[in-house]
């Protein structure tokens, strides 16, 4: 009996022993970092968790439902927690109220896990899970996790997370950022049927005469989490080829509520700038403007995106609004001239690091005519001399720089030229040649609209006779002057009356010759 007795003690104390065992090692979670570029997480356990078994013990294995789980304060976070619950609320029901139920999914519980992440900094607070990479095991409980990737000039920016790894057997933590984005673009007009280049809409590309303003636009959105940094700074980076020279004086920035409302374009005129370049100060309390020597690049840099009621917006976008000029250096054809912009944007709400967004390219064409003067045999004929006239909106022809000529020159060159109606007129007539006829013509052009590096697709029309080389942007051809007598057909009647006259003269002439000879038959 004693022997039984002891038995049945010995496998009391040996259950018992088990589920005291069971309860006193934590649960864990085989925790996964989701993510293709390598971040590197500190992980905080803000709550540890006890479990006791309330299910009957079976075998190595119990379902979640099998536990009493009880939290309790990390006392390493308790005075922080303490002070962001309130000094009379209870720091797990505190928690516990926190949710992310707003439409960018930052809700309450992100500005806190914030809050409380910055006053770990403070206090110089070691991690209890240190540099976390690819999948390993943490014991349950509430945990903050802060991503501590070296983010810097890139297209990205560190997250934060807090979670409840209650029961989790496993669990991925997906990094959650939001990032600006900056949009380039540039206006096109065709003079010769547009009014003004204001009326036309934004693209990748446009093609423009040499000596024409051209407008570009950089719009900026800013993330909606931007709240979450102390001073959320945006810095436009712009740069031109030579081809290209900036207006300093022309920049402006304009603020807007979305990007939507950016978009709608509404008239700069109806709307204040946030900035204004012309006023003549480069610097003001938010925005410092450099432009760089040459004006063929600038930054400019907004400090305080968001302030006052903005601060919890987010999703602000601020468009830069400036002018450049195409010039002689402007390369012609399809390379095009290329304007690229980059924004450079805070990216860690807890230390100075910046990102950068990828560049946007945008391209403005140019082309070129080139005439050969020719004469009726299609050989080089020096001596004469062209004007290039460019038909505007209203219908009228207006010259395209002075006339080209010269004694030995038998080609003539019009560079930079944009697309639309063109008239050539010989104003310089070679000795001993007729005045060649005004020649009437137009060059098309198609480019991308939209195309991270656009092209120029296709050009047409130009001069009958002529060729077209895309590359180079060159419409070619020939034109040929006659030599010879010829007599003006209007506007000369009493050269056609005389004409006429002797026309009747010739042929009575003729009769009378004719009818004499007969005669003379008869005499004999």
């Given at each position: 009996?004693r022997?039984?007795?002891s038995?049945?003690?010995i496998?009391i104390?040996v259950?018992?022993?088990g589920?005291t065992?069971?309860a006193d090692e934590?649960?864990?979670?085989?925790?996964?970092?989701?993510?293709s570029?390598?971040r590197?997480?500190n992980?905080y356990?803000?709550?540890?968790?006890?479990?006791s078994?309330k299910?009957?013990h079976?075998?190595?294995?119990h379902?979640?439902d099998c536990?009493n789980?009880?939290?309790t304060v990390?006392p390493?976070y308790?005075?922080?927690?303490?002070?962001?619950?309130?000094?009379?609320n209870?720091?797990?029901e505190?928690?516990?109220?926190?949710?992310?139920?707003?439409?960018?999914g930052y809700?309450t519980?992100?500005?806190?896990a914030?809050s409380?992440?910055r006053?770990i900094?403070?206090?110089?607070?070691e991690p209890?899970a240190?540099?976390?990479?690819?999948?390993?095991n943490i014991n349950?409980?509430?945990?903050?996790?802060a991503?501590?990737?070296?983010?810097?000039e890139?297209?990205?920016?560190n997250s934060?997370v807090m979670v409840n790894?209650?029961?989790q057997d496993?669990?991925t933590?997906?990094?959650?950022?939001?990032?600006?984005?900056?949009?380039k673009?540039?206006?096109?007009?065709d003079?010769?049927?547009d009014?003004?280049?204001?009326?036309?809409?934004w693209a990748d590309?446009?093609?423009h005469?040499?000596?024409?303003t051209v407008p570009?636009k950089?719009?900026?959105?800013?993330p909606a989490?931007?709240?979450?940094?102390?001073?959320?700074?945006?810095?436009?980076?712009?740069?031109?080829?030579?081809?290209?020279t900036l207006?300093p004086?022309?920049v402006k920035?304009?603020?807007?509520?979305?990007?939507?409302a950016?978009?709608?374009?509404?008239?700069?005129?109806s709307?204040?700038?946030?900035?204004?370049a012309?006023?003549?100060n480069y610097?003001?309390?938010?925005?410092t403007y450099a432009?760089?020597?040459?004006?063929?690049a600038?930054e400019?840099?907004?400090?305080?995106?968001?302030t006052?009621?903005d601060?919890a917006?987010g999703?602000n976008?601020?468009v830069?609004?400036?002018?450049?000029?195409?010039n002689?250096?402007a390369?012609?054809?399809?390379?095009?001239?290329?304007?690229?912009?980059?924004?450079e944007?805070?990216?860690?709400?807890?230390?100075?690091?910046t990102?950068?967004?990828?560049?946007d390219k945008?391209?403005?064409?140019?082309y070129?005519?080139?005439i050969?003067?020719?004469d009726?045999k299609?050989?080089?004929?020096?001596?004469?001399?062209f004007?290039?006239?460019?038909?505007n909106?209203?219908?009228?022809?207006?010259a395209?720089g002075?006339?080209v000529t010269?004694?030995d020159v038998?080609?003539?060159?019009?560079d930079r030229?944009?697309?639309g109606?063109?008239?050539?007129?010989e104003t310089?007539?070679p000795a001993?040649?007729n005045?060649m006829?005004d020649v009437?013509?137009t060059?098309?052009?198609?480019?991308?609209?939209d195309?991270?590096?656009?092209?120029?697709?296709?050009?047409s029309?130009?001069?009958a006779s002529?060729t077209?080389?895309?590359?180079?942007?060159l419409?070619?051809?020939?034109?040929?002057?006659?030599?010879?007598?010829?007599?003006p057909?209007?506007?000369?009647?009493?050269?056609?009356?005389?004409?006429?006259?002797?026309?009747?003269l010739i042929?009575?002439?003729?009769?009378f010759?004719i009818?004499?000879k007969k005669?003379?038959?008869?005499?004999?």
């Open positions: 009996m022997k039984l007795t038995v049945l003690l496998m104390m259950l018992c022993m589920t065992v069971f934590p649960p864990t979670t085989n925790l996964t970092i989701n993510n570029d390598g590197t997480y992980g356990q803000l709550l540890t968790l006890t479990t078994l299910c009957d079976e075998g190595d294995t379902s979640t536990y789980y009880a939290y990390n390493k308790e005075d922080i927690l303490q002070a962001q619950a309130g000094e009379n209870d720091i797990i505190y928690l516990n109220g926190l949710g992310s139920d707003t439409a960018d809700g519980l992100r500005p806190v914030d409380i992440y006053a900094l403070a206090g110089d607070i209890d240190k540099e976390l990479q690819g999948s390993g349950q409980g509430y945990w903050l996790f991503d501590i990737t070296d983010l810097d890139e297209n990205n920016a934060l790894t209650k029961g496993t669990l933590i997906t990094p959650k950022t939001a990032l600006p984005q900056l949009e673009k540039v206006k096109d007009i003079d010769s049927t009014d003004a280049i204001a009326d036309n809409a590309s446009a093609d005469d040499k000596g024409d570009f950089l719009t900026a959105t800013v989490n931007a709240s979450n940094y102390g001073t959320y700074t945006m810095i436009f980076h712009d740069t031109m080829e030579n081809g290209l207006d004086a022309s920035v304009y603020k807007y509520e979305t990007k939507t950016a978009d709608a374009d509404i008239p700069l005129t709307v204040t700038p946030l900035f204004d012309s006023e003549g610097t003001t309390a938010d925005v432009p760089a020597a040459g004006n063929h600038f400019l840099t907004l400090t305080n995106v968001l006052g009621t601060a917006e999703d976008a601020f830069v609004y400036y002018e450049a000029t195409l002689e250096n390369v012609m054809g399809s390379a095009g001239n290329s304007n690229t912009a980059y924004l944007f805070s990216n860690n709400p807890y230390t100075d690091g990102g950068k967004t990828p560049e945008v391209k403005v064409f140019t070129q005519l080139k050969n003067k020719v009726d299609s050989q080089p004929l020096p001596g004469a001399g004007t290039l006239y460019k038909k909106a209203a219908g009228t022809y207006v395209v002075s006339e010269g004694e038998t080609s003539f060159i019009w030229l944009d697309d109606d063109y008239k050539l007129v310089t007539v001993g040649y005045k006829d009437e013509f060059i098309s052009a198609t480019h991308d609209a195309a991270a590096d656009p092209a120029l697709i296709s050009l029309g130009g001069l002529g077209i080389d895309t590359g180079k942007g419409f070619e051809a020939p034109v040929t002057n006659y030599t010879g007598t010829v007599l057909s209007t506007g000369a009647q009493g050269t056609m009356m005389l004409i006429g006259g002797g026309s009747v042929v009575l002439a003729a009769v010759m009818t004499r005669m003379s038959i008869y005499e004999d």
